[in-house]
């Protein structure tokens, strides 16, 4: 069985409003047609945070973030299949 796509989504300190676990609007706005992309075929949703300054902890609590505002659009626009999501912290 095919895996279908892998979707790629890079984040940066700046995606998020000062030491917040939420996102700027901008950034916000831009979930939805990030789940648009993801009904169109079968998926796996992949985060990246590169190179955060804030932290690994704070890092990983705002993917964690990320990632259920991503589901809760997901299951809100009837999640046409079970969505993988996976992330990680890339640090230099």
Request: net charge negative.
């Amino acid at each position: 069985a095919a895996l279908g796509r892998l979707v790629r989504v890079t984040v940066i300190d700046e995606a998020f409003s000062g030491d917040s676990l939420e996102m700027v609007e901008r950034w916000q706005e831009m979930l939805p047609f990030l789940v648009e992309v993801l009904q169109q075929e079968k998926s796996m949703l992949r985060v990246d945070y590169i190179q955060p300054e804030i932290g690994k902890d704070l890092a990983f609590r705002r993917l964690e973030q990320l990632t259920e505002n991503v589901q809760r659009i997901w299951e809100s626009e009837g999640s046409p299949y079970s969505l993988e999501i996976t992330t990680s912290v890339e640090t230099n």
